[in-house]
């Protein structure tokens, strides 16, 4: 027949040209086609409902603004950062921007998971051919995304109230990156260790939250003496705040290139754990 000859080998031996095109691409071969079915799906979950994803946080750092930065921000001194005065709205808009973004990255990931094993459509997940690097990578990109975005809004909403530089974009760049990956790599333990909504809502609001609280959003280390300070240096987050704080005024009161260093290894760390965790079906599978 006809068609044969399209899609058979030439009678020298050579590859036809269906053959040619049913080989991978480059595309194909860096991002295959389930990793991004499966991105593009955890992607539209946070994009097509934006209020519940987006609005919230911006109505809440409208509120922080409005009584930290304008309401009690006149009381406060200003912030001296490398002899560099800083209005304290100003000085606190990093800390509330990472607030948001590491909410988010850890929202999404871990409801992500924990919905998918409630409903126990992730299995659909687990069944494909994708390997769980794959598997873990997607929901990590896309919750590190929305973290992102969250971020990004909280940005915009601090312009309406005051005026900031960028004095390093890129150590402002990495910072942003590394953390949202880091907690959307947090959420996915979290969403494979829960055992209902209550979990979620725990880790969320009495582990997450007040240790960002505790971690310099508000005031700076310099406020903090002796033991306070010390304890304080255990925090992940006062090295996050001050990375992103950096990107913004050129100054922080911890060494950015350490912190930055840290936090990346803690990032791939616990991607590890994430995989290792899907490879041995950890809260995937009863």
């Given at each position: 027949m006809s068609g044969d000859d399209d899609v058979?080998?030439?009678?020298?031996?050579?590859?036809?040209?269906?053959?040619?095109?049913?080989?991978?691409?480059?595309?194909d071969r860096l991002l295959p086609t389930g990793f991004r079915t499966l991105f593009h799906r955890e992607v539209l979950r946070f994009v097509r409902r934006p209020?519940?994803?987006?609005?919230?946080?911006?109505?809440?750092?409208?509120?922080?603004?409005?009584?930290?930065?304008?309401?009690?921000?006149?009381?406060?001194?200003?912030?001296?950062?490398?002899?560099?005065?800083?209005?304290?709205?100003?000085?606190?808009?990093?800390?509330l921007i990472v607030l948001g973004a590491i909410s988010n990255a850890f929202e999404n990931s871990s409801f992500s998971i924990f919905h998918g094993r409630w409903n126990e459509y992730i299995h659909e997940v687990l069944t494909s051919p994708l390997p769980y690097t794959s598997m873990v990578l997607a929901y990590i990109l896309s919750s590190a995304l929305r973290g992102l975005v969250v971020g990004i809004i909280i940005g915009l909403i601090g312009l309406l109230f005051t005026s900031v530089p960028v004095a390093r974009p890129l150590y402002l760049v990495a910072f942003m990156l590394v953390i949202c990956l880091l907690f959307a790599s947090f959420g996915v333990v979290g969403g494979l260790w829960a055992r209902d909504f209550d979990y979620l809502t725990v880790l969320n609001q009495f582990i997450l939250r007040p240790l960002v609280f505790f971690g310099g959003v508000f005031y700076?280390?310099?406020?903090?003496?002796?033991?306070?300070?010390?304890?304080?240096?255990?925090?992940?987050?006062?090295?996050?705040?001050?990375?992103?704080?950096?990107?913004?005024?050129?100054a922080a009161e911890l060494p950015p290139n350490e912190s930055l260093a840290v936090l990346s290894v803690l990032t791939l760390a616990v991607v590890a754990l994430d995989v290792e965790l899907f490879r041995r079906g950890y809260g995937l599978v009863d």
């Amino acid at each position: 027949m006809s068609g044969d000859d399209d899609v058979g080998v030439a009678s020298d031996g050579g590859v036809t040209a269906g053959e040619s095109a049913a080989s991978p691409g480059l595309l194909d071969r860096l991002l295959p086609t389930g990793f991004r079915t499966l991105f593009h799906r955890e992607v539209l979950r946070f994009v097509r409902r934006p209020r519940n994803t987006f609005l919230p946080p911006a109505i809440t750092n409208v509120l922080y603004f409005s009584v930290f930065g304008v309401i009690l921000g006149g009381r406060i001194d200003s912030f001296v950062l490398d002899g560099r005065e800083i209005e304290y709205i100003a000085f606190i808009l990093p800390g509330l921007i990472v607030l948001g973004a590491i909410s988010n990255a850890f929202e999404n990931s871990s409801f992500s998971i924990f919905h998918g094993r409630w409903n126990e459509y992730i299995h659909e997940v687990l069944t494909s051919p994708l390997p769980y690097t794959s598997m873990v990578l997607a929901y990590i990109l896309s919750s590190a995304l929305r973290g992102l975005v969250v971020g990004i809004i909280i940005g915009l909403i601090g312009l309406l109230f005051t005026s900031v530089p960028v004095a390093r974009p890129l150590y402002l760049v990495a910072f942003m990156l590394v953390i949202c990956l880091l907690f959307a790599s947090f959420g996915v333990v979290g969403g494979l260790w829960a055992r209902d909504f209550d979990y979620l809502t725990v880790l969320n609001q009495f582990i997450l939250r007040p240790l960002v609280f505790f971690g310099g959003v508000f005031y700076s280390l310099d406020a903090l003496e002796g033991i306070a300070y010390t304890v304080s240096l255990f925090n992940p987050m006062v090295y996050m705040v001050n990375g992103v704080r950096y990107g913004f005024f050129g100054a922080a009161e911890l060494p950015p290139n350490e912190s930055l260093a840290v936090l990346s290894v803690l990032t791939l760390a616990v991607v590890a754990l994430d995989v290792e965790l899907f490879r041995r079906g950890y809260g995937l599978v009863d």
